[in-house]
C-alpha cells in the first residue's frame, strides 16, 4: 500500500510564500512523474506544475516565474516553492505520483492541503 501525505498549506498575505511537500510511503520501487494540482472552489481540478523523474518541469502558465517544483528521490518528495502568492492561487492543493509499487504501476494522490490567499 502506498500513501502520499501532503504538508505546508495554510493562511498568507498576497505577495507572501509557502512551500508544500509531498512524501510517499509505502513499498516503492520508483516513482516517475510527480505533479502538483490544484483545484479552487467551483472550478475544475488543474495542473499546476510536474516533474519528471529526470528533472525536467512544467508549468501552468500562470504560476510560471512564481513557484518551483522540486524532487528527492532518495526520500520519494516532491516540493511545491510558492512565492509572490495571489488571492487566486486560493485553492485545496494535490500532489500525485506515478508509483511502480509491488503490485503494479499507478497514480497516487494525497489527500490535499488548503492554501489561502488573503489580499
Known amino acids: 500500500q502506498v500513501q502520499l501525505v501532503e504538508s505546508g498549506g495554510g493562511l498568507v498575505q498576497a505577495g507572501g510564500s509557502l512551500r508544500l511537500s509531498c512524501a510517499a510511503s509505502g513499498t516503492i520501487f520508483s516513482i516517475s512523474s510527480m505533479d502538483w494540482y490544484r483545484q479552487a472552489p467551483e472550478k475544475v481540478r488543474e495542473l499546476v506544475a510536474g516533474?519528471?523523474?529526470?528533472?525536467?518541469?512544467k508549468y501552468a502558465d500562470s504560476v510560471k516565474g512564481r513557484f518551483t517544483i522540486s524532487r528527492d528521490n532518495a526520500k520519494n518528495t516532491v516540493s511545491l516553492h510558492m512565492n509572490s502568492l495571489k488571492p487566486e492561487d486560493t485553492a485545496v492543493y494535490y500532489c500525485?505520483?506515478?508509483?511502480?509499487?509491488?503490485?503494479?504501476?499507478?497514480?497516487?494522490w494525497g489527500q490535499g492541503t488548503q492554501v489561502t490567499v488573503s489580499s
Open positions: 516533474i519528471t523523474s529526470g528533472g525536467s518541469t
Open positions: 500525485t505520483e506515478n508509483v511502480l509499487s509491488i503490485s503494479s504501476r499507478r497514480d497516487y
